[in-house]
């Protein structure tokens, strides 16, 4: 996946939360566009902790653009 295209989810408006699907098989909730943060080659998620988006990042994690196999859509979200 290209930057600018994990961008463009980001900055959809109304956002549309979204999963991302990685070639290893793990997969990430994207529920709001300041939990992930885009550079040239990866892109950092926030993983809420126990007040979901409200409170801070329980932890963060480091997915390589080139390892996103998908995006879908997070239907009732």
């Known amino acids: 996946m290209r930057p600018d295209d994990f961008v463009q989810l980001l900055r959809t408006r109304p956002f549309e939360p979204f999963r991302i699907c990685l070639s290893d098989g793990q997969s990430y909730e994207i529920r709001h566009p300041e939990l992930a943060i885009?550079?040239?080659?990866?892109?950092?998620?926030?993983?809420?902790?126990?007040?979901?988006?409200?409170?801070?990042?329980?932890?963060?994690?480091?997915?390589?653009?080139?390892?996103?196999?998908?995006?879908?859509?997070?239907?009732?979200?």
Do not use: M, Y
Not at 54 to 66: Q, S
């Open 38 to 77: 885009v550079d040239r080659s990866k892109v950092v998620i926030g993983v809420p902790g126990p007040r979901g988006i409200d409170g801070p990042a329980e932890r963060t994690v480091n997915c390589a653009l080139l390892q996103i196999t998908r995006t879908e859509p997070l239907n009732g979200a």
